[in-house]
C-alpha cells in the first residue's frame, strides 16, 4: 500500500500540471474566437435601430433575418463538422473564420429587404460548424470530469460577447454620417475585422492533438493521451461503438437535441430582441447599449456558478432542470413589467437560468459519443438546437406586429424554457458508473458517483 501513495499523488500532480497546460494554451483563444463569432452573429440586433429607420422593417420581417442565420447555419452544421474531424481543427477552424469575416462586413452593403435576407443567410453558411467543432475539440484535450467547466468557460463568451457587443455596438452607432457612411455600416464593418485578424492566430497556436503538442512534456502527453483513450474504450464498453449513422439516429441524441431546440428558442429569441425591447424604456442607442449589457453580466456571473457546481457534484440533469425553470421564472415575470426597469430585474434573472443550463447540457453527449459519432452526433444537436434560433425571433417578432407589444413573445418564450426542463427530466437518467476494468494498462478513469446520460422513455 505504502508504494501505491507515491503512484497516486505523481498521478494527481502531472494531472493538474497537464490539463492546466491544457487549459491555458486553448481556452483563452478558443473564448475570444467564440466570442468574436457571437457578435458577428448578433449585432444586427443593434444594427435594427439603423435598418428599420432606413428601410422601414417590420418586426416580423427583423425577426426572419435574423432567424434565417440558423437556416443556413443548420444545412452546413453536420458536414462541416465532419470536415474538422477529418482534416484537423486548425485548418478548418481559420477557413471558417476568414469566410464569415468576409460575409459579416458585406452586410454593411445590404440596399432591403431581400439583400438583407440573403446576407443573413450566408452568414449562417460561413459559420456552420464552427460551434460544435469546439465542442467536439474539447473531447480530444479534456477528460470528462473537466468538461461542464470547459463548456462554461466557452459560454462566457456569449453573455459576454452580448454585454460588449451592447456598448460597442452602441458607441459605433454614433458614427452616423462619418465617411458618408450610416452608423449600422459602420457597426458591421468594423466588427468584422477581428475575425479575419484571429484566423492567422488560430493557424500560429492551435494544435490538432495531444500526439502533436510540442509545448507539453512527454510525460504529460503520455498522461493525457492514455487518460482520453482509457474514457473512450470505457464509453464503448458501457454503449457499445457508435458508427456515425447510428448516432445520427440514436433516441438518445434525438432527446438532446430536442432539449436544445427548445432551450435555443428562448435564449435566442431573447438575444435578437433585448435591445428592441429596452429601448421601450424611452433609452438613446447609446443608454440602450448599456442597459442591454446588466443581463449578460448577470447570467455569465450565474453561468459560472452552475458549471462549477455540476462538475464538484458531477451531475447534469437537475441542473439542467432548475435552471430552465429559472429561466421560466424570469421571462413569465417580465412580461407584465415591460416599459419599466422591473423587467431589466426579471430578464436579468432569465439570463442566468438560460446560460446556466448552457454547461450541463454540453457536458452530456460526450457521455456515449467518440470519434466521428461525436463529430456527427454533437453536429445533428447543435444543428437541431439552433432551429429553435430560427423559431424564437420570427414568433417572437410575429407576435409583437400581431399584439403590439413584447408580452405574448416572451410568454412564449416561457414555454419553450419550460419544455426544455420537462423533456429532461422525462428524458434524462441519471446512472451510476464504475471505473473500466480494462484501463489497467493505462491510468485509470475517475469514476463518477453519478453520471447522467440521455436515455429516451
Same mark, same amino acid.
Given at each position: 500500500m505504502s508504494g501505491g501513495i507515491p503512484a497516486i499523488a505523481a498521478q494527481t500532480e502531472i494531472e493538474k500540471r497537464t490539463v492546466g497546460k491544457v487549459a491555458w494554451r486553448i481556452l483563452p483563444l478558443i473564448v475570444v474566437i467564440y466570442f468574436v463569432a457571437y457578435m458577428d452573429r448578433t449585432n444586427v440586433g443593434f444594427a435594427s435601430f439603423g435598418l428599420n429607420r432606413q428601410f422601414g422593417f417590420s418586426a416580423t420581417l427583423y425577426g426572419w433575418g435574423a432567424g434565417i442565420f440558423f437556416l443556413g447555419y443548420v444545412i452546413f452544421e453536420v458536414p462541416s463538422n465532419i470536415l474538422l474531424e477529418r482534416n484537423g481543427a486548425r485548418l478548418w477552424i481559420a477557413r471558417i473564420m476568414v469566410t464569415w469575416g468576409l460575409v459579416a462586413g458585406s452586410m454593411a452593403f445590404i440596399t432591403g429587404p431581400v439583400s438583407f435576407l440573403v446576407m443573413r443567410f450566408l452568414l449562417g453558411v460561413a459559420e456552420a460548424g464552427f460551434f460544435p467543432g469546439m465542442i467536439l475539440y474539447f473531447t480530444y484535450w479534456f477528460p470528462r470530469?473537466?468538461?461542464?467547466?470547459?463548456?462554461?468557460?466557452?459560454?462566457?463568451?456569449?453573455?459576454?460577447?452580448?454585454?460588449?457587443?451592447?456598448?460597442?455596438?452602441?458607441?459605433?452607432?454614433?458614427?452616423?454620417?462619418?465617411?458618408?457612411?450610416?452608423?449600422?455600416?459602420?457597426?458591421?464593418?468594423?466588427?468584422?475585422?477581428?475575425?479575419?485578424? *484571429? #484566423?492567422? !492566430? /488560430?493557424?500560429?497556436?492551435?494544435?490538432?492533438?495531444?500526439?502533436? %503538442?510540442?509545448?507539453?512534456?512527454? $510525460?504529460? +502527453?503520455?498522461?493525457?493521451?492514455?487518460?482520453?483513450?482509457?474514457?473512450?474504450?470505457?464509453?464503448?464498453?458501457?454503449?457499445?461503438?457508435?458508427?456515425?449513422?447510428?448516432?445520427?439516429?440514436?433516441?438518445?441524441?434525438?432527446?438532446?437535441?430536442?432539449?436544445?431546440?427548445?432551450?435555443?428558442?428562448?435564449?435566442?429569441?431573447?438575444?435578437?430582441?433585448?435591445?428592441?425591447?429596452?429601448?421601450?424604456?424611452?433609452?438613446?442607442?447609446?443608454?440602450?447599449? *448599456? #442597459?442591454? !449589457? /446588466?443581463?449578460?453580466?448577470?447570467?455569465?456571473?450565474?453561468?459560472? %456558478?452552475?458549471?462549477?457546481?455540476? $462538475?464538484? +457534484?458531477?451531475?447534469?440533469?437537475?441542473h439542467f432542470v432548475v435552471a430552465g425553470l429559472i429561466a421560466v421564472l424570469g421571462l413569465v415575470t417580465?412580461?407584465?413589467?415591460?416599459?419599466?426597469?422591473?423587467?431589466?430585474?426579471?430578464?436579468?434573472?432569465?439570463?442566468?437560468?438560460?446560460?446556466?443550463?448552457?454547461?450541463?447540457?454540453?457536458?452530456?453527449?460526450?457521455?456515449?459519443?467518440?470519434?466521428?459519432?461525436a463529430a456527427g452526433g454533437i453536429a445533428l444537436i447543435n444543428a437541431i438546437g439552433n432551429l429553435g434560433g430560427f423559431v424564437g425571433p420570427y414568433v417572437l417578432g410575429w407576435l409583437k406586429d400581431a399584439t403590439g407589444t413584447y408580452e405574448a413573445g416572451l410568454y412564449f418564450l416561457a414555454a419553450c424554457a419550460c419544455a426544455s426542463a420537462t423533456i429532461t427530466l422525462l428524458a434524462v437518467r441519471p446512472i451510476v458508473s464504475s471505473a473500466d476494468p480494462g484501463t489497467a494498462a493505462g491510468p485509470p478513469v475517475v469514476a463518477a458517483t453519478e453520471r447522467a446520460r440521455p436515455e429516451t422513455v
Open positions: 470530469r473537466y468538461r461542464a467547466r470547459v463548456v462554461a468557460a466557452l459560454f462566457l463568451a456569449v453573455p459576454g460577447s452580448n454585454a460588449l457587443t451592447a456598448v460597442i455596438s452602441g458607441a459605433l452607432l454614433q458614427l452616423d454620417g462619418a465617411l458618408g457612411l450610416y452608423g449600422w455600416q459602420w457597426l458591421f464593418v468594423l466588427e468584422a475585422v477581428p475575425s479575419i485578424c *484571429l #484566423a492567422f !492566430a /488560430v493557424l500560429a497556436l492551435m494544435t490538432d492533438r495531444p500526439a502533436r %503538442a510540442a509545448w507539453l512534456a512527454p $510525460d504529460e +502527453r503520455i498522461w493525457l493521451e492514455d487518460t482520453l483513450e482509457a474514457e473512450r474504450r470505457s464509453t464503448v464498453g458501457r454503449h457499445g461503438h457508435f458508427t456515425l449513422r447510428q448516432a445520427l439516429t440514436d433516441r438518445r441524441v434525438l432527446a438532446l437535441a430536442s432539449i436544445y431546440f427548445f432551450i435555443g428558442t428562448a435564449t435566442y429569441g431573447i438575444t435578437f430582441f433585448l435591445p428592441p425591447i429596452l429601448k421601450g424604456l424611452k433609452l438613446t442607442d447609446w443608454e440602450t447599449g *448599456l #442597459a442591454t !449589457a /446588466v443581463p449578460y453580466v448577470v447570467g455569465t456571473v450565474g453561468m459560472v %456558478a452552475w458549471s462549477w457546481s455540476s $462538475d464538484r +457534484r458531477d451531475e447534469r440533469r437537475w417580465a412580461g407584465p413589467m415591460l416599459g419599466s426597469l422591473w423587467a431589466l430585474t426579471a430578464m436579468s434573472v432569465a439570463a442566468i437560468g438560460l446560460y446556466g443550463t448552457k454547461p450541463a447540457f454540453w457536458a452530456m453527449p460526450g457521455e456515449f459519443l467518440s470519434g466521428p459519432a
